[in-house]
């Protein structure tokens, strides 16, 4: 199965109606990923960014900004087109910020804007994607990328305030997930089971009964929902 290089994201149409970038074929490597390969030990081109700030220090009971795990993780960056990694790392997905924590000083840093091309964090795999035609800008968690791409984002977002001993503490909403399914060629946005099988189209057939076999729903579980429906029907297609 031909693993897809992740500029040829940015090139296919969108299940909206936006408007739509012809299909090309870019199966040669971009110089973007060839940097990708380079390994840079410069401190200096790492440690160039501002100071993390807090929006909302005051955060109800055990909630957190970051993506997984209010800790840092261990990760990986490609930051001014040079990969760094075994770096200390959180992704803020309020401010939808990744933060690096300085060797030296333990102080956390945010990359600076428009700088940091793609990161992993946690088992994570992110690209991001800037100006398209077919998705928003923004972090892309990479979930599969068989001949069927699955891509996810995740937000979290303020959901009121409560008052606490005296002091005003703000509480969050549920993480926000969304998934997106490159399939034939066209993208779609899957917000649902019925999504799922109009993203994968003449493939309800045989994905419905796969499944239900595996107990597998989008309600339930919509990651490894998406990925198995995804990753089956890579398997099943003719090669």
Not at 57 to 76: A, I, V
Not at 169 to 178: A, D, E, F, K, V
Not at 223 to 234: G, K, L, N, S
């Amino acid at each position: 199965m031909r693993k897809l290089p992740w500029a040829w994201l940015l090139l296919v149409p969108f299940a909206n109606g936006k408007a739509q970038t012809p299909f090309k074929d870019t199966s040669a490597p971009s110089p973007l990923l060839s940097v990708y390969l380079q390994t840079v030990n410069n401190p200096s081109d790492l440690y160039n960014g501002r100071t993390y700030h807090v929006d909302f220090p005051l955060l109800y009971g055990n909630d957190h900004p970051f993506l997984d795990t209010n800790t840092y993780q261990t990760g990986s960056v490609v930051y001014f087109g040079k990969l760094f990694e075994n770096l200390q790392l959180k992704f803020d997905l309020m401010k939808q910020t990744v933060l690096l924590q300085h060797s030296e000083t333990d102080e956390g840093l945010e990359f600076q804007d428009g700088a940091l091309d793609r990161f992993t964090i946690g088992g994570h795999r992110f690209l991001r994607i800037r100006d398209s035609s077919t998705l928003q800008p923004g972090y892309y968690d990479v979930l599969y990328d068989g001949t069927t791409t699955v891509l996810a984002t995740y937000r979290k977002e303020i959901g009121g305030e409560r008052l606490v001993d005296q002091r005003l503490l703000y509480y969050l909403n549920p993480q926000i997930n969304r998934y997106y399914v490159l399939h034939r060629g066209q993208w779609f946005r899957v917000r649902n089971q019925k999504g799922l099988y109009e993203a994968l189209g003449d493939a309800t057939k045989v994905l419905k009964p796969y499944l239900r076999r595996e107990g597998l729903s989008f309600r339930k579980k919509p990651a490894e929902t998406v990925i198995a429906a995804a990753r089956y029907m890579d398997q099943s297609s003719p090669r």
